[in-house]
C-alpha cells in the first residue's frame, strides 16, 4: 500500500458507545485504507455469515462505508477469497 501511495492504518482499536459511555473493548480492525476502506483479514476454510457481520459491525462503529472480507485459505483469492460491502455510508458519498 506504501509503494500504491495509499495511506493506511493497521490494528485501529474499534471503540463501542452506549448510551454516550465509551466502552472499553478489544475490538481492532485488521486495516483502515484511505479512512474509507475496513479490510477484514481471514485465513480461514469458509466465510461464514457470522465474518460478514463482524465486518459491517466494525464498518457502523467507526462509521466507514466500504468494507473488504479477505480470505487467504483458498486458491484464487480475487476469485473466491474475497467479499465486498457497503453500508449507508455508502449512500452519503459524493457521486463524483
Known amino acids: ?6 495511506r493506511y492504518q ?5 471503540p463501542v458507545i452506549w ?3 465509551i466502552l472499553e473493548t478489544e475490538y481492532r480492525l485488521d ?8 479490510v477484514e483479514l481471514k485465513s480461514i476454510e469458509n466465510i461464514m455469515p457470522v465474518h460478514m457481520s463482524q465486518l459491517l459491525t466494525y464498518m457502523k462503529l467507526i462509521e466507514k462505508p466500504k468494507g473488504l472480507l479477505i480470505n487467504f ?11 465486498s460491502l457497503v453500508n449507508e455510508y455508502f449512500a452519503a458519498l459524493p457521486k463524483n
Not at 486495516?31 to 475496513?38: F, G, K, T
Open 10 to 14: 493497521t490494528e485501529l482499536r474499534v
Open 73 to 83: 485459505y483458498c486458491v484464487n483469492i480475487f476469485k473466491e477469497g474475497q467479499k
Open 31 to 38: 486495516v483502515l485504507v484511505e479512512e474509507l476502506i475496513v
Open 19 to 21: 448510551e454516550g459511555t
Open 1 to 6: 500500500m506504501e509503494k500504491a501511495g495509499l
